[in-house]
């Protein structure tokens, strides 16, 4: 697992931590019962807090994507496919919304949006 802080981010280390672990368990790149970097350890690897790196940890436990065993560590939660379809789902829905805005600030319609993402969804299938 590689995890890459950029200090230039507007997101605080913590979320961008998250983000990351959050983004491998989606992909399937950490399997459910895959044992994570204890705290102590990512902190250090990272150079960075404990108390960030806990921060991560907490957030996506309360998420539901890893459980942690007292004395044991952090390991990535059981998923339910439904459950990650959702999160996906939820993902492109907020990206979507994102071009819809874009799109009326300079007056593209729904149309044209729609012929942007089936001319995109093609050159994606030719690459």
Same mark, same amino acid.
């Given at each position: 697992? #590689?995890?890459? =802080?950029? $200090?230039?981010?507007? +997101? %605080?280390? @913590?979320?961008?931590?998250? /983000?990351?672990?959050k ?8 399997? %459910?019962?895959?044992?994570? %970097? ?12 404990? =108390?960030?790196?806990?921060?991560? @940890? *907490?957030?996506?436990?309360? /998420?539901? !994507? =890893?459980? &942690?065993?007292?004395? +044991?560590?952090? !390991? ?6 439904? !459950?990650?379809?959702?999160e ?6 907020? #990206?979507?919304?994102? &071009?819809?805005?874009?799109? +009326?600030? =300079? $007056? ?6 729609? *012929?942007?993402? +089936? ?5 994606? /299938?030719?690459?």
């Open positions: 697992m #590689h995890i890459i =802080i950029k $200090n230039s981010s507007d +997101k %605080p280390i @913590y979320e961008q931590i998250k /983000e990351q672990l983004r491998e368990i989606i992909e399937g790149n950490l399997k %459910p019962g895959d044992k994570l %970097p204890s705290i102590r350890f990512l902190a250090k690897e990272l150079r960075i807090s404990v =108390i960030t790196t806990k921060r991560a @940890y *907490d957030d996506l436990e309360k /998420e539901g !994507f =890893i459980n &942690s065993v007292q004395g +044991k560590g952090s !390991f990535v939660a059981g998923r339910n496919q439904d !459950f990650i379809r959702e996906i789902l939820r993902k492109i829905e907020g #990206h979507l919304l994102e &071009s819809i805005n874009l799109a +009326k600030i =300079i $007056n593209i319609s729904l149309d044209e949006l729609i *012929d942007i993402l +089936k001319l995109m969804e093609e050159e994606n /299938e030719h690459n």
